[in-house]
């Protein structure tokens, strides 16, 4: 049996060729965009970077950054559906300290100094505008938080997305000194430290947008909680960058450890850097609950349960420390909210999981300014 190749079973169009952009890929485009973000770009250059933006991969000298041992430690993360509200409503400028905050403040906690950040910025259609504001608040927060934004991509995909959506990713890449790992020597009568929250940072949106939702509420109405600001705005404040509170604590040697409460608040969160046989007590009722968490409870009839183990509460980074006051002292000059939320004690199993209990916990009581 053979196959007859000779005639075509379709013909090429004769006056008319096939194009990229054609197909909704501008190439152009993105070279427009890597011109207009490089000097957003420039201004996170740190010692250690190696060429420039737009090679094929970058380039990163750990001992130049005076590493003499290092552990590296990465991480990868988004912003969650807090993307949508940020579409919807088109404030988009300040994503990037969310995309930037969710890697970062998880390798502090490991002692590693941000050294070097990647984005991945996806799109059905290439807004160069949109785009350029997105990347420039990455490179602030990069710049924020002493990390050289070194490469990323951007990928224009014509039908994966809907008109004006986009994706977001992040990978951040740090180094610690062998000898300086987090978490070490944590034992019972340390302290535990909770590091105020700007709001809910970038987790439990979609609980959130369900509440606005069954509230028949728009973005551009005004918060509830906040009368002085939009409700898509107040919602959209940027997660805090933590990196230099810790980092100056690590350095100080004041820190056994230290943990990022995101999705899972602090019950899920707490324990993962405590070691076994080990309890954490928190009194719910030391620190006070921003506005946001109170009507979110108050307008989504959330149980204290379940608010705990979405949101972080108002606390989004906690330190176990021995030394509280000159973690006090360190943390004076900075825009840091701190306060003693608990301490760590034994369990009377040495070989038990490690937990959190509280002693009290946190009210949520919400009080409507109209009241």
Same mark, same amino acid.
Request: hydrophobic share 40%.
């Given at each position: ?114 050294? =070097?950040?990647?984005?991945? =910025? ?65 034992a019972p009568g340390a302290k535990i430290i909770g590091l105020a929250s700007s709001g809910p940072h970038s987790n439990g949106f979609s ?6 939702k069954s509230q028949n509420l728009a973005w551009d109405d005004i918060a509830p909680f906040d009368p002085d600001q939009l409700l898509g ?139």
């Amino acid at each position: 049996m053979t196959s007859d190749f000779s005639e075509p079973k379709q013909t090429p169009c004769e006056n008319d060729s096939a194009t990229y952009a054609q197909s909704g890929v501008d190439i152009a485009a993105g070279d427009a965009l890597i011109e207009a973000i490089k000097p957003a770009v420039s201004k996170t250059r740190q010692p250690g970077v190696m060429g420039n933006l737009g090679g094929f991969g970058a380039l990163f000298d750990v001992k130049a950054a005076g590493f003499k041992d290092p552990i590296l430690v990465s991480g990868t993360d988004g912003v969650g559906t807090k993307l949508l509200l940020a579409i919807e409503t088109s404030l988009c400028d300040n994503l990037g300290f969310d995309l930037v905050g969710m890697c970062v403040n998880d390798l502090i906690v490991q002692g590693a100094k941000p050294l =070097f950040f990647l984005d991945y =910025f996806a799109t059905g259609k290439l807004e160069l505008e949109q785009a350029q504001r997105v990347i420039t608040g990455i490179s602030n927060a990069c710049e924020d938080c002493g990390c050289a934004l070194i490469g990323g991509e951007t990928a224009e995909m014509p039908g994966m997305y809907q008109h004006g959506h986009y994706d977001l990713a992040g990978f951040a890449v740090g180094a610690v000194e062998r000898d300086s790992l987090l978490p070490q020597n944590i034992a019972p009568g340390a302290k535990i430290i909770g590091l105020a929250s700007s709001g809910p940072h970038s987790n439990g949106f979609s609980l959130i947008r369900s509440i606005v939702k069954s509230q028949n509420l728009a973005w551009d109405d005004i918060a509830p909680f906040d009368p002085d600001q939009l409700l898509g705005e107040a919602l959209l404040a940027p997660t805090k960058l933590y990196v230099k509170p810790v980092i100056a604590l690590h350095n100080a040697g004041l820190l056994h450890g230290a943990a990022h409460i995101t999705g899972g608040g602090i019950p899920g969160n707490l324990p993962r850097v405590m070691p076994k046989g080990s309890v954490a007590i928190i009194d719910g009722e030391s620190w006070p609950m921003p506005a946001v968490f109170s009507w979110l409870a108050y307008a989504g009839k959330v149980s204290t349960e379940e608010m705990l183990k979405v949101f972080n509460c108002g606390i989004g980074m906690i330190l176990i420390v021995s030394d509280v006051a000159a973690v006090n002292e360190l943390l004076k000059d900075t825009d840091t909210e701190a306060y003693v939320i608990g301490h760590i004690t034994a369990a009377e199993d040495q070989n038990s999981e490690p937990t959190v209990e509280f002693s009290d916990f946190p009210d949520f009581t919400f009080i409507s300014g109209e009241d």
